[in-house]
């Protein structure tokens, strides 16, 4: 490992107050999400995947992630930018005038880390498998990373992937499913049940695993077990638990922190929560 699970969690902690410092910022964004997947990107970023920060967009040579709910785009962006792709002061523009952080991440703006456009939901999973083809096509021992929401997952284009992936043997992508109950409307059950899905995508063909994304040693030891499941023949999914807005108590397993921004008196009552000793942008 790079760093131990304590280390992660301190890295997850400074995130979490980027997350909730930017979308204050702007008085706009989906803190929820970010806070729920905090602790998977950490992981990702600063353990599980090898990557390179000195950016390039074909990704070769290297593992590469996709994000499909974009929405989120706080916490890839506060990864990103920890992990050395781009300042970190320039977090403190997320979602203002001309900057590059979108509130949906696109490639227009060049930031480095990404490498298309997400948020139209539904699609970032054929997009990955796209990647992981290609990777296979040029013989590569890279993988391919993507996070996609659940509540996205009632998309038709995710199940046209779902068969396409196991079809083709793609065995070197790593899905994961942010399993939080919860989309912008309400509790996913109620909006439109998504069933089992873990039997839905074993029936598929996929590898699955579960895992707690609110866990570090849970996460870390479940995408380590998903990599050693690599290239035997099925693509991976990881069906991973996380409550939305976890870290900060006011925000968590709620729909009702999707897409809203705290006040000042909510932004300080967050950052008492996440005390760190690390500097903030
Ligand atoms: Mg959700």
């Not at 997850?12 to 107050?17: D, E, L, N």
């Not at 008085?27 to 950490?42: A, I, K, R, V, W």
């Not at 060049?110 to 990955?128: D, Y």
């Not at 939305?244 to 008196?265: C, L, Q, T």
Request: proline share 4%; aromatic share 8%.
């Amino acid at each position: 490992m790079k760093h131990s699970i304590k280390e992660l969690e301190n890295i997850a902690t400074v995130v979490r107050r980027d997350i909730v410092r930017m979308v204050h910022g702007c008085q706009s964004g989906h803190p929820g999400g970010s806070l729920g997947c905090t602790d998977f990107m950490t992981a990702l970023y600063f353990d599980v995947m090898n990557h390179n920060p000195e950016f390039k967009m074909d990704g070769k040579g290297e593992d590469v992630f996709f994000l499909s709910n974009g929405h989120i785009s706080p916490v890839w962006y506060s990864v990103l930018a920890r992990s050395g792709y781009f300042p970190v002061k320039e977090l403190a523009t997320f979602r203002k005038l001309n900057s590059r952080l979108q509130g949906h991440p696109t490639t227009h703006e060049k930031l480095p880390g990404i490498r298309v456009a997400s948020g139209s939901l539904g699609q970032g999973l054929s997009v990955a498998i796209g990647m992981a083809i290609a990777k296979k096509m040029d013989n590569e021992s890279n993988l391919v990373f993507a996070l996609l929401g659940d509540g996205e997952l009632q998309e038709g284009q995710n199940w046209e992937a779902a068969m396409f992936a196991p079809h083709n043997s793609v065995d070197n992508l790593i899905c994961t499913i942010d399993y939080n109950g919860q989309q912008i409307d309400g509790p996913t059950e109620r909006v439109l049940s998504l069933g089992n899905l873990e039997e839905k995508f074993k029936s598929f063909g996929w590898h699955v695993i579960t895992s707690n994304g609110n866990n570090m040693d849970d996460i870390v030891k479940a995408l380590h077990y998903a990599k050693s499941l690599a290239f035997k023949g099925k693509p991976i999914m990881n069906i991973m638990s996380t409550e939305m807005g976890y870290g900060v108590d006011f925000m968590v397993g709620s729909h009702k922190w999707h897409g809203v921004a705290p006040n000042d008196e909510q932004l300080q009552a967050a950052l008492n929560q996440l005390t760190s000793t690390e500097n903030d942008y």
